[in-house]
């Protein structure tokens, strides 16, 4: 147990909407990261939260965007979904500076 | 840019068999080095790391790893292998020197054990 909760779990949307995806950090931790895995593929990497801001992003297009809240816990949102956003989206959570990150179980996205 | 291969796919041994699998990774530094596994369907478990000092690292579950910085190697390596290991590992880097936590992962390998 990593203490990094995400929900939902698993969530099925249609091609164009919308969707918020949730992450609760660790204890003690102050930084969210976000990761998509395709099937079969290794995690890639989204963008970074740091004191509610972004710190970093990754080849992913602006319809992919984040926030950060007071309690270091985070949002993944996705805008006019399309059918490659199908994947498994990873929360991790870390200290700034241990470059030790800890992640969460994952949400199961199905675009249809 | 930095970048972490995983030369194989998919990996089958016995049980009780050693096992090592492989991850090279490109870094003009000293990187900060990880491998995780991941059960069908689950997040990704920290196995070990590596930011300084003592080359061979160890891990949870018996797992090892050696870092090789003439070959650009981050191997992991377990002596013998039980059905419980069966998953998919895969090796990561520290971006920008690490410290920061963001992750660049190999594509990954598939381990599947035989009795």
């Known amino acids: 147990e990593t203490g990094v909760t995400q929900s939902p779990t698993h969530l099925i949307k249609t091609r164009g909407q919308q969707v918020t995806l949730r992450c609760s950090s660790q204890?003690?931790?102050?930084?969210v990261s976000w990761y998509q895995q395709a099937l079969g593929q290794g995690p890639q990497f989204i963008f970074q939260?740091?004191?509610?801001?972004?710190?970093g992003r990754g080849n992913f297009p602006p319809r992919f965007s984040g926030l950060q809240f007071p309690n270091y816990s985070s949002e993944l949102n996705v805008n006019a979904l399309e059918l490659d956003d199908s994947a498994l989206y990873l929360c991790?959570?870390?200290?700034?500076?241990?470059?030790?990150?800890?992640f969460g179980q994952g949400t199961r996205l199905t675009v249809v | 840019a930095q970048s972490v291969t995983q030369p194989d796919i998919h990996i089958t041994v016995s049980e009780g068999a050693s096992l090592e699998l492989r991850c090279n990774y490109s870094?003009?530094?000293?990187?900060?080095l990880f491998w995780y596994v991941q059960s069908p369907g689950q997040g990704l478990q920290l196995l070990l790391k590596?930011?300084?000092?003592?080359?061979l690292v160890q891990g949870i579950k018996g797992f090892e790893a050696e870092f090789k910085r003439s070959q650009s190697s981050f191997n992991l390596r377990k002596p013998s292998v039980h059905w419980s290991d069966a998953a998919e590992y895969f090796c990561?880097?520290?971006?920008?020197?690490?410290?920061?936590?963001?992750?660049?992962f190999g594509k990954g390998t598939k381990l599947s054990v035989k009795p």
């Open positions: 990561a880097v520290g971006a920008d020197g690490g410290s920061q936590g963001n992750l660049i």
């Open positions: 870094y003009g530094a000293t990187p900060y």
């Open positions: 204890s003690g931790h102050n930084t």
């Open positions: 590596y930011f300084s000092g003592d080359t």
């Open positions: 939260y740091y004191r509610e801001e972004e710190n």
């Open positions: 991790a959570s870390s200290l700034i500076g241990t470059g030790l990150a800890f």
